[in-house]
């Protein structure tokens, strides 16, 4: 039914600010890259500026940078990125579908699941449509939450030190590696970020200097911007909960910016003892959905593409589902919180309604707390170990 809704109202038939060209965050920085290897690649530093859109400072950390540089290299990048997205997702239904068929699902239903699951899914045809490299990033992520699963530790360490140096935010999917003490797993995690950061810098130049001060001030400057920003876009678009943040400080007459410093110490604080305190002993799909959803929720600037990260503890807490069923056993909670996604795969549209100043990203933002409360309440497993999410 929600999905039914979806179709119906996503694209258009009511309120859409986001209606932005095709591919449009693939290109943004088609101009700048024929500056490659210079300082006017970061800092636009010639007599006469170039103006927008020839022109614009790119927002990605460094290894980001060199990924748009590859879809750059080839003949046409939009061709590359799709051909990408489709034998990722190909990919990832294959995987989908064989994982259900172990545990008992005839093929049809095995295959139908995760097929209408990307085909109606509004974060992926969004993905698709603007041409966004959080593509690159949830596929690193999500073959890391995958070889976590199998405990293959070291192999998720690289591929999430991969996606921390291409996005910062995440970083903090090393931590699930901690309960499990695999210190050695965690400390290859954090090499590979530092060292994808640094050869990324190498190679952008044209001194690692220059690009290491000219990444700093795009990345934070746009993240100051955006965090700052009180506009219907953000409204609508921007899933963090420092949107929630930002409500009660505009009622409050403070200003928004003056509050990045604080809500970043409170949410560390907090997110430390849910999982120092709560999560360390709590079943392998309650750290993966929590950290997971931290790490779309709490970023000041998050837009729906992040919502895509969500798909892997959702696989995940399918399969328990299943197997619960096939036990004939019944865990308190987990419908409920398989039914929280469902609006968050849905249209920001469909709770988007500026008269009565209900705004998508607000929406979410408060589900999204809800999905997290619900994995530091419920233990989604049969029997308390972490072999049912595996």
Request: a positive charge.
């Amino acid at each position: 039914m929600a999905f039914g809704l979806t179709l119906a109202v996503a694209y258009g038939m009511h309120y859409n600010p986001m209606a932005l060209p095709p591919f449009g965050d693939l290109m943004v920085y088609f101009g700048t890259y024929q500056w490659l290897h210079t300082s006017v690649f970061f800092f636009n530093v010639i007599a006469k500026p170039i103006p927008e859109p020839l022109f614009s400072p790119v927002a990605y950390p460094p290894f980001g940078a060199v990924v748009y540089a590859a879809f750059y290299s080839t003949a046409n990048p939009v061709l590359s990125y799709l051909g990408v997205t489709a034998a990722w997702l190909g990919a990832a239904v294959w995987g989908v579908r064989r994982g259900l068929m172990r545990v008992g699902l005839a093929g049809v239903t095995a295959t139908l699941f995760p097929l209408t699951l990307v085909l109606i899914s509004f974060p992926i045809a969004r993905l698709v449509d603007e041409g966004n490299l959080e593509l690159v990033l949830w596929i690193l992520a999500a073959l890391g939450a995958w070889a976590y699963l199998r405990e293959a530790d070291d192999t998720a360490a690289v591929l999430w030190g991969l996606a921390a140096a291409m996005k910062l935010y995440p970083v903090i999917l090393l931590i699930l590696l901690l309960p499990r003490r695999r210190w050695r797993a965690f400390a290859v995690g954090v090499a590979t970020f530092v060292g994808a950061t640094v050869l990324s810098l190498w190679w952008l130049g044209p001194t690692m200097g220059v690009a290491w001060r000219g990444s700093i001030q795009n990345v934070f400057g746009y993240q100051g911007l955006r965090a700052s920003e009180w506009t219907q876009r953000e409204l609508v678009a921007n899933h963090s909960v420092f949107g929630l943040v930002k409500l009660v400080a505009m009622i409050a007459g403070l200003p928004p910016a003056r509050l990045t410093l604080p809500y970043y110490v409170c949410g560390a604080v907090a997110m430390g003892l849910a999982f120092f305190g709560r999560l360390w002993k709590m079943p392998v799909a309650n750290q993966l959905l929590a950290v997971i959803v931290f790490m779309v929720m709490f970023p000041p600037v998050t837009y729906y593409h992040t919502l895509l990260h969500l798909y892997a503890p959702f696989v995940a807490l399918v399969f328990v589902a299943i197997r619960a069923e096939r036990a004939g056993v019944s865990i308190p909670g987990l419908r409920g919180t398989v039914m929280l996604f469902v609006p968050l795969f849905a249209s920001y549209t469909l709770y988007t309604f500026p008269r009565v100043f209900l705004f998508g990203g607000l929406v979410q933002a408060c589900l999204l707390l809800l999905l997290f409360l619900c994995a530091l309440q419920y233990p989604f497993s049969l029997g308390g170990t972490e072999a049912s999410a595996q």
